[in-house]
């Protein structure tokens, strides 16, 4: 009976030994699995409207005219015939996300106002927002032409050599009739 005991003591011991384990190794465990971000998806939607499209937008324009210059709007609802509604957004890691509603107000097919937020990017600005490291500088720059030095260091280029006169393959003679009489 005493070594009955003295197992189920020695199981207990061990069940609690390996449960303060295992609560020592989980803050581990959460920070590696904090540091490993699973891949998301890039969500681009609607059309990025930059502030030089919105500086050639003019009221009085027709919609033709408008729709060149700003595309196709996301939205043009049949119950709201004259309002296009321009919504971009775009979800991207790594970037903080974006969005942007760009309104264009019709009546009898040419365009009365545009309502746009006072903060819309430049082309270079939006470029800049979803690709950081196109907004970084560059570096130095690589000029890639000779200087006078280095052309005159070149050799000479090589003179062509004439290729021989090519000859007329054997064969028949061929005569064809005018096109036309």
């Known amino acids: 009976m005493a070594t009955g005991a003295i197992a189920l003591a020695g199981l207990v011991a061990t069940a609690l030994l390996a449960t303060g384990c295992a609560s020592r190794i989980q803050p581990a465990a959460d920070?590696?699995?904090?540091?490993?971000?699973?891949?998301r998806v890039e969500i681009v939607q609607g059309n990025a409207v930059t502030r030089e499209q919105i500086a050639l937008v003019k009221p009085g324009m027709n919609r033709q005219q408008v729709r060149d210059i700003?595309?196709?709007?996301?939205?043009?609802?049949?119950?709201?015939?004259?309002?296009?509604?321009?919504?971009?957004?775009?979800?991207r890691q790594g970037t903080p996300e974006q969005r942007r509603h760009v309104v264009a107000h019709f009546a009898d097919d040419v365009l009365q106002r545009l309502e746009a937020p006072a903060d819309l990017p430049s082309e270079n600005e939006f470029v800049a927002s979803i690709d950081p490291a196109r907004g970084q500088p560059a570096g130095p720059r690589r000029v890639l032409e000779?200087?006078?030095?280095?052309?005159?260091?070149?050799?000479?280029?090589?003179?062509?050599?004439?290729?021989?006169?090519?000859?007329?393959?054997?064969?028949?003679a061929r005569v064809y009739p005018p096109l036309e009489r």
Do not use: K, N, Q
């Open 31 to 39: 920070r590696v699995a904090s540091a490993l971000t699973p891949y």
């Open 146 to 172: 000779l200087t006078e030095a280095e052309r005159a260091a070149l050799p000479a280029p090589a003179t062509p050599v004439p290729a021989p006169a090519a000859e007329r393959a054997p064969g028949p």
């Open 70 to 91: 700003l595309g196709t709007a996301m939205l043009a609802s049949p119950f709201h015939a004259d309002r296009w509604d321009y919504v971009f957004t775009i979800r």
